[in-house]
């Protein structure tokens, strides 16, 4: 169903949100696409992604069998062991914090 907009020369942010989640939706959408056949043409691609995955579940389990469930866990460990190096910059990080 298609939505009536206003013709007001500006974009709400409503639309705008919904405009950006389009497009970003439509990338994502198109590389799944792409990993998806190259997983069904490579066998030793679909081999090596299903071992990165099942090595990120293996590794993210014994930390948290460590004690270790988020971020800020994992720096309060490297800082009592003097290895503030390990992770200087959290702007990097590419994952959540809990």
């Not at 043409?41 to 099942?54: E, N, Q, R, V």
């Not at 004690?67 to 460990?77: M, P, Y």
């Amino acid at each position: 169903m298609k939505k009536k907009i206003r013709k007001t020369g500006l974009l709400t942010e409503q639309q705008l949100n919904e405009f950006i989640t389009g497009i970003v939706k439509g990338i994502f959408m198109g590389k799944v696409k792409k990993i998806g056949k190259l997983m069904k043409d490579d066998p030793k691609f679909k081999k090596a992604l299903d071992d990165y995955i099942d090595d990120t579940e293996d590794f993210r389990d014994e930390l948290k069998r460590q004690g270790f469930t988020s971020v800020r866990d994992l720096e309060a460990a490297a800082k009592r062991i003097g290895s503030d190096h390990l992770m200087p910059d959290r702007s990097r990080q590419h994952f959540p914090d809990e």
